[in-house]
């Protein structure tokens, strides 16, 4: 069974950074695409970022340039770092892989943004 778990999130204030981090069991990491969503109040789950098995990379538009995708296959973990961080991207992050055509999400950690 596939199981994530995310950790890292918190309060900073608006320019800050936070670093989150994914680990990942049950599946053969290093040959998975590893996602980032997050999910703010009353709004839809939105992706932000993926590295692929080949550590390819893509970013959503809103967050490119201050946020950084980054993955250790030795332990199995994905990281997001997030600097110059905006009230805007307060949510509830998730990580995210695929694996038989099934999605896995992880529990999600609040970031939470604000002065």
């Known amino acids: 069974q596939v199981q994530l778990v995310e950790s890292g999130g918190g309060l900073v204030q608006p320019g800050g950074s936070l670093r989150l981090s994914c680990v990942v069991s049950?599946?053969?990491?290093?040959?998975?695409?590893m996602y980032w969503y997050r999910q703010a109040p009353g709004k839809q789950r939105e992706w932000v970022a993926v590295i692929t098995s080949s550590s390819s990379i893509t970013y959503a538009d809103s967050v490119k340039g201050r946020f950084t995708i980054s993955r250790d296959n030795a332990k199995n973990t994905v990281y997001l770092e997030m600097n110059s961080l905006k009230r805007e991207d307060t949510a509830v992050y998730y990580c995210?892989?695929?694996?038989?055509?099934?999605?896995?999400w992880g529990q999600g950690t609040q970031v939470t943004v604000s002065s």
């Open positions: 995210n892989t695929r694996k038989a055509g099934l999605n896995y």
């Open positions: 049950g599946s053969t990491f290093s040959m998975s695409a």
